[in-house]
């Protein structure tokens, strides 16, 4: 059985997290004299002498709205790479513990573990991107704490099968943690909806992508009640910081432009697939749930360094294992998708 309290580090069960004074103050008052700000104002006409809400309450009240989950089920990071980080320092004890990774797969899992001093065991996907249940079952140790999962797959593109993750889901009693960054470009649906059927989940998203908000750090993590207090315990004090709270709220009040541009990006991944499909140096696209494309190319290194010459920078994923010769290419404007096709193009004429 999933056990929260037998997963967690023993130093995290008894840590008195810090109070801030945004923390201890509930209420209504005028004058602040609580936090050290600077009270005489800010150079910049917003109220950013102040420190912001620690537990983000209305980014959250809002963000509920849109997912249909509770506040108290949702956390907020600097960034989904912030809770990438506060899982493995709940859970992981440096030098003992491990996590199970499945590469090819996002890197920060990998760095992040590494910073933390955990042992990664790495479950290579199929050749079909798909998860190698044997082998983790096999990779599994008293000492595993966490499984990561990404669907869609970075940088792969493609969704995972659900019927695997929840197969691990049921089997596994440690964390899971299924990176959804990409799953509003996906046909299939988050397993944000899915808290109550399982303990042992964590679905992190991002605003980092689909709704076009790199710039602000703002990520999301969607698990029980007891994991996200657990978080809300370590994370630093006002990790999210005013300015990205506000503007998160507003992003979230545009919801029908946020489609608009998820349906457009959609349009053009497949519009990319057809013209790319046509081109003599392109030899396989990889099917994709995600905004960018995974293609595998008669000369990766050639083509990445021609199109840098042209001011057009892709991803080389040629030396990741299983993705041997793919460049990675996020789907642009139309404009900016037709200038790389072009680009192909002069590629393969100048090496005939
Ligand atoms: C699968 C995956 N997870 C998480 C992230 C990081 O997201 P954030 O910008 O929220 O830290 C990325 C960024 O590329 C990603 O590809």
């Known amino acids: 059985m999933f056990d929260l309290n037998n997963l967690l580090r023993e130093n995290i069960k008894k840590l008195v997290p810090y109070s801030s004074a945004r923390d201890e103050f509930k ?27 620690p537990m983000q ?7 509920s709205e849109i997912k249909g989950v509770p506040t108290e089920n949702i956390f907020l990071g600097n960034g ?6 506060i899982l493995l320092r709940a859970f992981c004890e440096p030098g003992k513990d491990n996590i199970i990774i499945c590469p ?10 590494n910073i933390n001093d955990v042992q990664i ?48 889901l049921n089997n596994y009693f440690g964390l899971v943690v299924i990176d959804e960054a990409y799953i509003n470009f996906s046909r299939y649906r988050s397993f944000t909806q899915e808290l109550n059927e399982y303990g042992n989940i964590c679905v992190l998203q991002t605003m980092s992508k689909a709704w076009g908000l790199a710039a602000l750090r703002v990520g999301m993590a969607f698990a029980s009640k007891e994991i996200v207090q657990v978080m809300n315990k370590i994370k630093p004090p006002y990790n999210i910081n005013l300015a990205s709270q506000e503007l998160t709220l507003k ?4 919801i029908g432009q946020v489609n608009n541009m998820i349906q457009e990006i959609v349009t053009q991944r497949g519009e ?18 995600a905004n960018f494309l995974l293609v595998r190319v008669t000369d990766a290194k050639g083509i990445y360094n021609f199109l840098l010459g042209k001011g057009i920078v892709v991803r080389d994923r040629s030396k ?15 404009k900016e998708n037709n200038e790389l096709v072009m680009e192909l193009n002069n590629f393969a004429q100048q090496i005939n």
């Open 27 to 53: 209420g209504e008052a005028q004058i602040f004299l609580d936090a050290n700000e600077n009270s005489f104002g800010s150079p910049l006409t917003k109220w950013y002498n102040r420190y912001p809400d």
């Open 57 to 63: 309450m209305r980014v959250k009240e809002k963000l």
């Open 80 to 85: 989904s790479d912030e809770c990438i980080d």
């Open 104 to 113: 090819p797969t996002y890197g920060m899992y990998e760095v992040s573990a």
């Open 121 to 168: 065991k790495k479950v290579p996907l199929t050749t079909a991107f798909q998860l190698d249940l044997p082998a983790i079952e096999e990779a599994v140790d008293d000492h595993t704490k966490m499984i990561f999962l990404c669907s869609p797959n970075n940088p792969t593109g493609n969704s995972l099968h659900k019927e695997d993750v929840e197969i691990i």
């Open 251 to 254: 992003a979230l009040e545009e």
């Open 272 to 289: 990319l697939v057809r013209q790319l499909s046509g081109l003599s140096v392109v030899q396989k696209i990889h099917s994709s749930d």
């Open 320 to 334: 990741v294992e299983l993705c041997e010769g793919c460049l990675r290419i996020t789907i642009g404007t139309p």
